[in-house]
């Protein structure tokens, strides 16, 4: 059992950065991949980014390629998402999962946070 709880959401102005954090509890978190979804109002979950259990492999959506960095800490049992750059388009319920593999498929992901809401004003 993986218990994940998200946090630094907030409003933010386009052009600026957030830094988001999702800790984990549990003995096995090493063991898991974890990613980041999104969810905006009206629209699906989307996958936003993901890391492999060992930390080597990155993954990330074409929209936020070269603007977002996933990170973990396996001392915290803390995954990051570092965001740069922001814009409207990036406003949305921002959510961690974590899973057995790093895939862009939200099925894939077991266990959910309850998610972090990211504001971008114009």
């Known amino acids: 059992q993986v218990q994940l709880v998200e946090s630094g959401g907030g409003l933010v102005q386009a052009g600026g950065s957030l830094r988001l954090s999702c800790a984990a509890s549990g003995r096995t978190f090493s063991s898991y991949a974890m990613a980041w979804f999104r969810q905006a109002p009206g629209k699906e979950r989307e996958f936003v980014t993901a890391?492999?259990?060992?930390?080597?492999?990155?993954y990330y959506a074409d929209s936020v390629k070269g603007r977002f960095t996933i990170s973990r800490d396996y001392v915290e049992n803390t995954i990051y998402l570092e965001m740069n750059s922001l814009k409207p388009e990036d406003t949305a319920v921002y959510l961690c999962?974590?899973?057995?593999?790093?895939?862009?498929?939200?099925?894939?992901?077991?266990?959910w946070g309850q998610g972090t809401q990211v504001t971008v004003s114009s």
């Open positions: 890391i492999s259990w060992n930390g080597i492999n990155t």
């Open positions: 999962a974590a899973g057995r593999v790093a895939t862009m498929t939200l099925g894939d992901y077991r266990y």
